[in-house]
């Protein structure tokens, strides 16, 4: 059974930082993609990043590229999002995802294309 937990959320002044963590179990990911998501209250769920586990290129959202950079421990299992240059329009519930490989067709920066998901952690920025 696959499980993502996700921490290091909380509360930052705008131009701070925060690393997400997410932690994976229950799989051999190599072949999955993992990726963030965030919604913001009254908001739908919006891609972030996301990175395939064995390699390759991540991708950003417009809105945080340059400012967020997405990264995996193979040794620990772990996805991690740096997020740097916070501003108060980053608030939003952080969530994690994991995506097999045939779900990939669905595109990597949809819901669609991800299976698992995490139970989010908040991330507020204040002004």
């Known amino acids: 059974q696959v499980q993502l937990v996700e921490t290091g959320g909380g509360l930052v002044q705008a131009g701070g930082s925060l690393r997400l963590s997410c932690a994976a179990s229950?799989?051999?990911?190599?072949?999955?993609?993992m990726g963030w998501f965030r919604q913001a209250p009254g908001k739908e769920r919006e891609f972030v990043a996301t990175?395939?586990?064995?390699?390759?290129?991540?991708s950003y959202a417009d809105s945080v590229k340059g400012r967020f950079t997405i990264s995996r421990d193979s040794d620990k299992n772990t996805v991690y999002l740096q997020m740097n240059s916070l501003k108060p329009e980053d608030t939003a519930v952080y969530y994690c995802?994991?995506?097999?490989?045939?779900?990939?067709?669905?595109?990597?920066?949809?819901?669609?294309?991800?299976?698992?998901w995490g139970q989010g952690t908040q991330v507020t920025v204040s002004s």
């Open positions: 990175i395939i586990w064995s390699g390759g290129r991540p």
């Open positions: 995802a994991a995506g097999r490989a045939r779900s990939i067709i669905h595109g990597v920066t949809t819901e669609l294309g991800y299976d698992y």
């Open positions: 229950g799989r051999t990911f190599s072949s999955y993609t």
